[in-house]
C-alpha cells in the first residue's frame, strides 16, 4: 500500500515562503494525480493544487499567482512551493493520491502564517 508523508509545514509572517513536500513510497497503478489539500477547524479540506503525472495542474483560485505545485516522478514526491502567504492560508496541508479504490492522504503538515 502506498504511503504519503509531508513535509515543510512551520510558522512564517505574512508575506513569507515555505515549501511543503510529499514524498510517496511508491505509485498506485491507478493514480493519475498527486495533490495538495488544506483544512482547518470546522471547515471541510479543499484542494490547493493538483498536478497529474502528465504534469498538468491546477489551482484554487485562492492560490494562483502565490503557490506552484511541482512534482518529481522518479521520485514520486510532490512540491508545493507557498509564497506571500497570508493568515488565510495558514491550515493543516494534506498530501493526496486519488485511485480508483481508494483515497490516499498523508498525516498532514501544519502551516501557520502570522500577522
Not at 471541510?44 to 506552484?68: P, Q
Request: proline residues 3%.
Amino acid at each position: 500500500q502506498v504511503h504519503l508523508e509531508e513535509s515543510g509545514g512551520g510558522l512564517v509572517q505574512a508575506g513569507g515562503s515555505l515549501r511543503l513536500s510529499c514524498v510517496a513510497n511508491g505509485r498506485a497503478p491507478t493514480a493519475t494525480s498527486m495533490d495538495w489539500y488544506r483544512q482547518t477547524p470546522g471547515r471541510e479540506r479543499e484542494l490547493v493544487a493538483r498536478i497529474t503525472y502528465g504534469g498538468r495542474t491546477t489551482y484554487a483560485d485562492s492560490v494562483k499567482g502565490r503557490f506552484t505545485i511541482s512534482m518529481d516522478n522518479a521520485k514520486n514526491t510532490v512540491h508545493l512551493q507557498m509564497g506571500s502567504l497570508k493568515p488565510e492560508d495558514t491550515a493543516r496541508y494534506f498530501c493526496h493520491v486519488p485511485t480508483a479504490y481508494l483515497e490516499i492522504w498523508g498525516q498532514g503538515t501544519l502551516v501557520t502564517v502570522s500577522s
